[in-house]
């Protein structure tokens, strides 16, 4: 224990590889079952239990809405006193929620089972997201990148799994995660006693768990930007088999995975470029670059409108792993607050923002919700101009 304490004063703690590739897993599949299948389910449920846009958008807001508030609080509390166990036991409550929506007859019984999904995800993040800084030794930004992109990645799957599956098997063929979910137990049984005893070894160090000061501005500013990244990254999947209704629900829903899935690929080599550029500067730069993707997406076609939806996913979603880490060194004293912000209620208010959007559809068509998307990566790229030097941030950190 204090070989491991010494090891992280000086640090020179190597990445913990096994962890981080279990970190990276688990987060795939708890984000394959809530941020990448329940908005491609948004058509199904419609369907099957007769709702109209804006009851549909309620599934999507319910499941953002209870993992997002619920994830700073779960944070806070994780700052206060860390339970490694709330790791395994958020996993599986997110994908058994999801699975027990296979039984719903009724949206009020469809809205618990999200909740569930929900809550069990905002249980799951901040521990997982701590794991992997306590995992990442001195390579921060890849292991938060590597984490990320496992939770992209099964971003990206959810939409693929639902139009190769769950459209031929029916809401029913949701009941197939329940093994899934047990299984999950397992992997992230085997690495909790690593965990345990991590978190005991960090308190011998707390000085430098609580090196530098909180910057409540900055992180408020950097929560802006998220969320609207958010809205433009759930809006498309959500109502993209909405505005491309002359293509099936399966082809529509593999254009979803296109779009998320280089989001995935994103995600990582914005993390490489990130220790390059800078975390400011690259969050600026991607948010700049997907501005005009997401304006003529809308006015093309064919393999064309494919190639812009990959740019567009690619340069919007790059920023997605270095913002956790910006984050984190915004709140340095509270990292897991930082890790619920960033990953929870930011990503979460996507939510809010789909069921928003739904009642445009509603009201003005389907055609005026990608007018707004459009714009949301401008906005957010002028808000981070005004965000804090993050050079400056670690150097202050570092005295």
Partial sequence: MVSVSKAIVKGKEPLYRRGIFTFSGSHLLNDLV????????????????????????????????????????????????????????????????????????????????????????????????????????????????????????????????VSLYIIHSGIHGLLWFIPVAVLSLGLTGQILPWLSQKLESVKLDNKKQLKGNNNYLGATLLSSVIILRSWCQIGVVVFLPFYLHNLSIQQSEILSFVFVGAGALGTFFGGVLADKLGMKRLLVSSMLIATPFALIFPYVHGVLSVLVLLLFGFSVLSSFSVSVVYMQLMLPKSIGLASGLSIGFGVGAGGIGS????????????????????????????????????????????L
Wanted: aromatic residues 10%.
């Fill in 34 to 161: 809530t941020t990448g299948m329940v908005p491609a389910l948004v058509v199904l449920y419609k369907n099957a239990l007769h709702l109209n846009y804006t009851q549909s958008t309620l599934v999507v807001l319910m499941s953002y809405l209870t993992s997002s508030v619920s994830q700073p609080l779960f944070g806070m509390f994780a700052d206060r006193k860390p339970r490694a166990w709330l790791f395994s036991v958020g996993l599986f409550c997110s994908i058994m929620g999801l699975a027990l929506t296979g039984l719903a007859h009724s949206l009020p019984w469809l809205l618990l089972f999200i909740s569930i999904s929900g809550l069990g995800s905002g249980a799951f993040h901040p521990e997982a997201s701590r794991a992997t800084h306590l995992a990442s030794g001195t390579k921060k930004g890849l292991a938060q990148a590597i984490f990320q992109v496992g939770g992209n990645s099964g971003q990206a799957l959810g939409p693929l799994f």
């Fill in 355 to 398: 069921v928003f959007m739904g009642g445009i559809s509603d009201i003005f068509g389907v055609t005026t919700v990608f007018t707004i998307l459009s714009i949301l990566p401008l906005a957010g790229s002028l808000i981070a101009v005004f965000l804090p030097n993050d050079r400056k941030e670690k150097k202050q950190a570092a």
